[in-house]
């Protein structure tokens, strides 16, 4: 029911995730820096709708986005569509799993990373580690790999006992409806995981809400266990940064971003 949605789900779900995104994370600017350092084209990993790509192409790099949900993707070609002239003809986007991708143009790519905490929503350990493999084999010698992932700290895992929590009321441009998110979540310590409930309700005031869910389960990683990963995908770790400024990480930072290089 949750996993494998009917297309208008789906729809609706790519839609709210846009919305849900309305408050920019920060990490556009750190994309873009690390892109000005490389030559050669970008490959995004669970590219999602385009909030990353759409962009580095309207900023002139040829990007190459891969996704398994069509409806994202969907999301992603309209958006290029509008941001402007040459943007679609730079932006390349491709229903592919990460796992195992090997593109006819591997090897070629000065940049290429995994954004906001997709690496976590892999299925297996074995996907997370194959996901680095992947990024290390489509870089070009001298290229960069990066990966960003959420760190929960003691007190956000003892919250995450099943309880639903309001997160936010918003209106939505497209539809006009109002559109609420609740969320729940239940940490599992033995299998290091973090289930996420996502429920989105929208209509008018005074009318009959349409619901939407999404179930996801988190494998969270620690930043050793990234190094790790790039490591044995044969990638020089750079550096492990707690934030999008590229400070260090330390007692209480919520991220993990590594960058890596590729050898030549």
Do not use: C
């Not at 003892?158 to 998110?181: C, H, N, S, Y």
């Amino acid at each position: 029911m949750f996993d494998r949605p009917d297309p208008a789900a789906a729809d609706a779900l790519a839609r709210l995730y846009d919305l849900d995104l309305v408050d920019d994370p920060g990490d556009l600017d750190l994309y873009l820096a690390l892109a000005a350092r490389v030559e050669g084209p970008i490959l995004e990993l669970a590219v999602g709708t385009g909030r990353l790509a759409v962009p580095l192409a309207e900023a002139g790099y040829r990007v190459t986005g891969v996704d398994l949900d069509p409806a994202m993707l969907a999301r992603a070609r309209r958006h290029a569509a509008a941001a402007g002239s040459g943007v679609a003809e730079r932006l390349e986007l491709i229903e592919a799993d990460l796992v195992d991708l090997r593109l006819p143009d591997a090897g070629t790519f000065g940049l290429a990373f995994i954004a906001l905490n997709s690496l976590l929503v892999l299925p297996t350990r074995a996907a997370q580690r194959a996901a680095f493999r992947t990024l290390a084999g489509h870089l070009a010698p001298g290229g960069l790999a990066v990966a960003d992932v959420w760190i929960p700290d003691a007190e956000d895992l003892a919250r995450f006992d099943g309880r639903i929590m309001l997160e936010w009321p918003r209106l939505d441009p497209e539809t006009g409806t109002i559109v609420t998110k609740a969320g729940s979540a239940q940490h599992d310590a033995s299998s290091a995981s973090v289930t996420m409930t996502t429920i989105f309700e929208e209509g008018g005031q005074g009318e009959p809400p349409r619901r939407w869910v999404r179930r996801d389960q988190l494998r969270l990683l620690s930043g050793d266990q990234l190094r790790g990963f790039a490591e044995d995908a044969g990638l020089t770790v750079e550096l492990l940064a707690g934030d999008y400024g590229l400070g260090p990480m330390g007692p209480g930072t919520e991220r993990a971003i590594l960058v890596a290089v590729k050898g030549g």
